[in-house]
């Protein structure tokens, strides 16, 4: 197969790793800057140019698209699509996972445990908001944040006000959460790839620290996770619309609820905990499935 891989940088580890796997199981790998490829569209041949060249032959296509450029990398997924390549995952899925708020209404749709969240535009609602998610200690997350940048945690009633308050001036979309105490500061990664969580590690947060991302010096280690903490990573990536997704889940004293569902989830932290090849298991899973002209939108929304 050919397999394009959208990523702006091919040093990164895990887009290393991708065309690594591939390459060593046979296939023709090409990493694609998302931010260099410009597109022709028209409706009799739709195409996409890179450096200059029409890029054609492509059988598969890996998006690794930054939250920083999920618009842009989206549309040029979406030109892969109506070329008949083939996505590892779909752009309207990515889209959806992406928008933080969309997606947990999404979840909550079809019965995922969630966090209970809320989400205000007007500073009047502040005092009813914070009630609605059982009162402090509460953590409001940025919708546009990432890798645990926006996400602040208050331990009182006052200062999450101010916190509130102070976003909704800066116009900055929020939504706030009550905080799992019971979580302890952990949270389980599945890193799903089909309808099979094919590999789990558990990160906790360093000291003092409350935000259990590898980025912010959390450390990884390996876990056995329950049959419905499986279930609920891979509906929650079913509901999506993604092949191949991580689905962060907390342990909480009434079963487990998401976090979040990361189309793009990092490879380092899975492979040096559980010392699994998932790279090889992605190239896997698009030698078993990728065929020409099959990219369809998954579920709604």
Do not use: W
């Amino acid at each position: 197969m050919k397999i394009a891989v959208l990523s702006r940088n091919p040093r990164l580890y895990s887009t290393r790793r991708l065309i690594e796997a591939g390459e060593q199981r046979g296939h023709e790998m090409v990493v694609i800057d998302t931010l260099r490829a410009y597109m022709n569209i028209a409706s009799h041949k739709p195409q996409i140019h890179y450096r200059g060249k029409a890029l054609e032959g492509f059988d598969a296509v890996i998006p690794r698209i930054g939250a920083s450029v999920t618009f842009y990398g989206c549309a040029v997924l979406r030109q892969f699509e109506m070329m008949g390549v083939f996505p590892l995952n779909e752009s309207v899925a990515i889209s959806r996972s992406r928008d933080k708020l969309r997606s947990l209404q999404l979840l909550s749709r079809k019965g995922i445990g969630l966090p209970v969240t809320g989400f205000a535009h007007s500073p009047d609602d502040i005092p009813d908001l914070i009630h609605m998610v059982n009162g402090a200690p509460l953590v409001i997350k940025l919708l546009e944040g990432t890798q645990g940048i926006g996400v602040v945690m208050c331990e009182t009633q006052q200062a999450a006000e101010s916190v509130i308050e102070a976003f909704m001036g800066l116009k900055a979309n929020i939504m706030v959460q009550e905080y799992i105490k019971e979580a302890g500061g952990a949270d389980i990664r599945c890193f799903v790839i089909g309808d099979k969580v094919i590999a789990a590690i558990k990160r906790q947060a360093k000291p003092g620290e409350f935000r259990s991302n590898l980025h912010r010096g959390g450390s990884a280690s390996l876990i056995k996770i329950t049959p419905e903490e499986r279930m609920t990573a891979v509906r929650a990536a079913n509901i999506m619309g993604l092949s191949v997704a991580g689905v962060d889940i907390l342990r909480s004293n009434h079963g487990p609820l998401v976090m979040e569902v990361n189309s793009s989830p990092g490879l380092e932290g899975i492979e040096t905990t559980t010392g699994k090849d998932v790279a090889a298991l992605v190239i896997q899973y698009l030698e078993k499935n990728g065929r020409p002209h099959l990219t369809r939108t998954r579920g709604r929304g």
